[in-house]
């Protein structure tokens, strides 16, 4: 239990813990004065879907009900749109801490990239129950279950003290890279589809905007992998 306890941070210690560590070396040094951290890459493709999704639906039943209802029905409108509402919500939040990560001195943000995983991890079971209620039980193995097991294995590898962590830390967050690769295969495949049968440029929009946001994600992931 001991052992337990000494990997497991506390919140409240590491989000204080700016106060009392030497500034000298922040994660990553220059990262800290841009939006080319993890966190903000995350959350600017979280919203961009969100935004994006919630506009378009809003458009196509404009003038048969109210702006209000219409947003209402996309966020909550089914049990499959409400779970995955609440899966983005989670996974805004992990982008947050990801953020503050990446402000706070090396010890402290270590601790913060692990709680970070975990609430990502977390926000994947919504994500895959919403992807399966869908219909796409393909997408939500590869993208959702895999996701969900790189990011929670990242997560709870610290407290096991394993001699190679490392190592293994990095196949975990390899593996979140290999859960993009098909979805986003997908959408140039519809996207390209697209333009071949010359179909209304409507149809693309969408898609296109999807794949921005899978490779911001893919960029954040990268880049937990090279600025550790």
């Not at 409240?12 to 040094?29: H, I, K, L, T, W």
């Not at 506009?55 to 048969?64: A, F, K, P, S, Y």
């Not at 001699?163 to 390899?174: L, M, T, V």
């Amino acid at each position: 239990m001991g052992h337990l306890k000494k990997h497991i941070p506390s919140t409240v210690a590491d989000f204080r813990s700016v106060r009392n560590e030497p500034r000298g070396a922040v994660v990553p040094g220059s990262a800290r004065r841009s939006l080319a951290t993890p966190g903000a890459l995350y959350n600017i493709g979280n919203f961009l879907a969100m935004g994006a999704g919630a506009m378009l639906h809003v458009i196509d039943v404009w003038g048969r009900t109210t702006l209000q209802a219409a947003v209402l029905q996309y966020f909550v409108g089914t049990t499959e749109a409400a779970w995955l509402s609440l899966s983005m919500l989670i996974f805004i939040l992990a982008g947050v801490i990801y953020g503050r990560a990446y402000r706070v001195p090396p010890r402290a943000g270590k601790r913060l990239v692990q709680y970070a995983d975990l609430v990502a991890g977390l926000a994947a079971i919504p994500f895959t129950l919403s992807l399966i209620m869908i219909g796409e039980g393909t997408i939500a193995l590869v993208a959702g279950a895999m996701l969900g097991v790189a990011k929670l294995g990242s997560a709870v590898l610290p407290v096991f003290g394993l001699h190679h962590e490392a190592a293994i830390d990095e196949a975990f967050r390899k593996l979140v890279i290999l859960s993009r690769l098909p979805s986003i295969l997908a959408l140039l495949w519809a996207i390209g589809l697209t333009i071949a049968q010359s179909g209304p440029m409507a149809d693309a929009v969408l898609p296109v905007i999807m794949t921005i946001c899978f490779f911001l994600w893919l960029w954040a992931d990268l880049l937990l992998i090279s600025k550790r």
